[in-house]
Nanobody, 127 residues
Framework: QVQLVESGGGLVQAGGSLRLSCAAS????????MGWFRQAPGKERVFVAA????????VYADSVKGRFTISRDNAKNTVLLQMNSLKPEDTAVYSC????????????????????WGQGTQVTVSS
């Protein structure tokens, strides 16, 4: 079965960096578009970033543009989220998601674009 397992979360001071990793198994990873979402306590899950199957196209939420970078390694079935200049408001559980739905015809920012989800990893940014 499809599994997405996130890692790399933790506690970091404001201004610091973390790199999240999502390891995928049970699917043909290079056929899947991937996304990262986050959910803060008491809030809805929101879009962070997405990358298409080849890595040639990316989308970011305005709140993370210029600070976060999404990338993928299809040989290792892994998608990464490099997070720099972290702020306390970045504190959340970060989850990765996967889909084979069209990258260009649909909206990778939407929750219902994705078929599979990981359990998430906690990121806490202290002020």
């Amino acid at each position: 079965q499809v599994q997405l397992v996130e890692s790399g979360g933790g506690l970091v001071q404001a201004g610091g960096s973390l790199r999240l990793s999502c390891a995928a198994s049970g699917l043909s990873f290079s056929n899947y578009n991937m996304g990262w979402f986050r959910q803060a306590p008491g809030k809805e899950r929101v879009f962070v970033a997405a990358i298409n199957w080849s890595g040639g196209s990316t989308v970011y939420a305005d709140s993370v543009k210029g600070r976060f970078t999404i990338s993928r390694d299809n040989a290792k079935n892994t998608v990464l989220l490099q997070m720099n200049s972290l702020k306390p408001e970045d504190t959340a559980v970060y989850s990765c998601a996967a889909t084979t739905r069209s990258w260009y015809l649909l909206r990778p920012e939407r929750l219902n674009y994705y078929n599979y989800w990981g359990q998430g990893t906690q990121v806490t940014v202290s002020s």
